[in-house]
């Protein structure tokens, strides 16, 4: 199973990874170990991969799934097996973790060695403060270190003029995370990534890594919506040891 490792400067008891498409038993579009159960996959085989993803990572707790609207909510997670209705969750109980799950969008992990955090970021998420209200649930921002996941990268992240107006009215030095598309008025090519970096280091994050893996790009590893439309989902992983 190929997970990808943050690197990034916490305690060991913060265990941390995003899933890849290695390792799965879904067929066709979804090839691979999909773990979203809202994209048209078999349920039965969407279940398998889920059980194969806790299982090799050693988590016998429930973890806490979501039902992701690219809002702004930040559950705490809960070992009931209810799926909440939020865009990130956290945790400060051993053994239980909070997922999010994406295929394009942005990843963001957060740790003060004592709790843990992860979020969904597309851009309606980014630019309404999804990543402020996951920092919201630590006690000083200071001691927060934040990852930054797998998404759509730069070159690929194109977006229209309505886009970059919000991010501009939003947060100061947005505009330079904005390239216009040659020979297209009113296109622009999106650093997401840089875009949150932006928003948790105003905010006073104590560090703010990763962010370099580009879902669009790379078809073997990661399934992006903005590439394939119909595809899978990857998962974003974070618990207490």
């Known amino acids: 199973m190929g997970l990808i490792l943050p690197e990034w400067p916490v305690p060991a008891r913060v265990r941390a990874c995003v899933s890849t498409r290695s390792g799965g038993v879904s067929e066709g579009v979804f090839q691979g170990l999909n773990l979203g159960d809202h994209v048209g996959d078999d349920p039965a085989a969407v279940a398998e991969n889920r059980r194969r993803l806790l299982e ?21 997670a809960r070992d009931d097996g209810r799926v909440r209705e939020a865009d990130a969750c956290w945790s400060d109980r051993p053994g239980l973790a909070c997922i999010v799950m994406t295929a394009d969008c942005l990843p963001v992990f957060f740790s003060d060695g ?11 998420g980014l630019v309404a403060g999804v990543l402020d209200n996951t920092l919201a649930v630590f006690e000083d921002p200071s001691r927060v270190h934040c990852w930054l996941g797998p998404a759509i990268g730069p070159g690929a992240f194109e977006v229209g003029d309505e886009v970059r107006a919000q991010f501009c009215a939003a947060q100061p030095g947005a505009a330079d995370a904005f390239v216009p598309r040659d020979g297209h008025p ?4 999106a650093d997401l990534s ?13 560090s703010a890594g990763g962010g370099e893996l580009c879902t669009f790009s790379d078809a073997e590893r990661f399934y992006s919506y903005r590439r394939d439309g119909e595809t899978g ?6 618990w207490l040891a």
Do not use: D, N
Not at 58 to 67: F, M, V
Not at 118 to 123: L, P, R, Y
Not at 186 to 189: D, M, N, P, R, S
Not at 194 to 206: I, S
């Open 56 to 76: 090799a990572l050693g988590l016998e707790r429930p973890a806490q799934w979501l039902k992701q609207v690219h809002g702004t909510a930040v559950a705490e």
């Open 114 to 124: 004592e709790r843990v955090a992860v979020a969904h970021a597309g851009w309606r």
């Open 186 to 189: 009113g296109k622009w090519f």
């Open 194 to 206: 840089r875009l949150a970096r932006q928003r948790l280091q105003a905010a006073g994050v104590a």
């Open 233 to 238: 989902r990857m998962a974003s992983i974070i």
